[in-house]
């Protein structure tokens, strides 16, 4: 069966040539033009792999691939990134993040089929064609805040602002913070705040790591301000809390 792939990238020249490129391997190739047609396509087609161009206006390649992997419908699609940098920093980000590759443009036909043979070996179609398509989440709000925690917990102890945080989403800083209201009660940070607590708990309960670690590790300036905010979330200071479990074992 012919392999099912989803090209986004802005370059019409580019694309014209992957689809040559593919077609003389009786691939089936559907294009997008920017990321949000592109991430739309994903989630309706359920495509074998996406090659995702990483410089798109409005959304571009990390973006989008960000609410791909935070949608059940899509996470589980491979993805190579296309791009024309070679700024490591750019691709230790795309790995980061899900991809599963990178080519270089311009590109070389052979190494563009053998890696796309490499990663479609790697994850087979599913034997049962006829599967239900995974629930679109519960919505764009839900996918959105989804990638939106997945960008928070990368960078727990120095979380980016709310606006970079938003621009690396494709979205802004208000209909953000709206998503979170929606899904969690919160505003972005306030859920960070409950995020660092809960990963604090489980380290002040369940390891032997010092407090002031566990302070530096979560991004409090100092181990008194990580008790003080422990105390008044959960009543007791983080030493107490360890000391009577101790205890009680």
């Known amino acids: 069966m012919a392999a099912d792939l989803l090209l986004i990238d802005d370059s019409l020249t580019d694309c014209r040539l992957l689809m040559d490129m593919m077609d003389t391997r009786r691939m089936r190739v559907s294009v997008a033009f920017d990321g949000k047609k592109g991430y739309q396509q994903a989630v309706l087609r359920r495509p074998d792999l996406i090659l995702l161009d990483v410089h798109m206006p409005q959304m571009d390649g990390f973006a989008t691939c960000r609410h791909l992997k935070?949608?059940?419908?899509?996470?589980?699609?491979?993805?190579?990134?296309?791009?024309?940098?070679?700024?490591?920093?750019?691709?230790?980000?795309?790995?980061?993040?899900?991809?599963?590759?990178?080519?270089?443009?311009?590109?070389?036909?052979?190494?563009?089929?053998?890696?796309?043979?490499?990663?479609?070996?790697?994850?087979?179609?599913?034997?049962?064609?006829?599967?239900?398509?995974?629930?679109?989440?519960?919505?764009?709000?839900?996918?959105?805040?989804?990638?939106?925690?997945?960008?928070?917990?990368?960078?727990?102890?120095?979380?980016?602002?709310?606006?970079?945080?938003?621009?690396?989403?494709?979205?802004?800083?208000?209909?953000?913070?709206?998503?979170?209201?929606?899904?969690?009660?919160?505003?972005?940070?306030?859920?960070?705040?409950?995020?660092r607590l809960r990963h604090g708990y489980q380290l002040v309960t369940g390891t032997d790591t010092p407090v002031a670690m566990i302070a530096e590790h979560l991004g409090y300036s100092s181990q008194g301000n990580f008790t003080k905010a422990f105390h008044e979330r959960f009543g007791v200071a983080p030493r107490d809390l360890r000391r009577d479990r101790n205890l009680s074992e």
């Open 70 to 195: 935070a949608n059940p419908a899509t996470r589980t699609i491979p993805v190579i990134f296309l791009t024309a940098a070679n700024d490591i920093e750019e691709r230790l980000k795309g790995f980061a993040i899900g991809a599963v590759d990178y080519i270089g443009k311009p590109f070389n036909e052979r190494e563009v089929l053998a890696r796309i043979g490499v990663h479609m070996r790697a994850t087979p179609r599913p034997a049962d064609e006829t599967a239900p398509i995974p629930e679109f989440a519960a919505g764009r709000d839900t996918v959105l805040v989804e990638a939106a925690q997945n960008a928070l917990r990368e960078r727990l102890a120095d979380p980016p602002a709310l606006d970079a945080l938003a621009r690396d989403l494709a979205t802004n800083r208000n209909l953000l913070n709206a998503a979170f209201h929606a899904c969690c009660g919160l505003t972005v940070f306030g859920w960070l705040r409950e995020e």
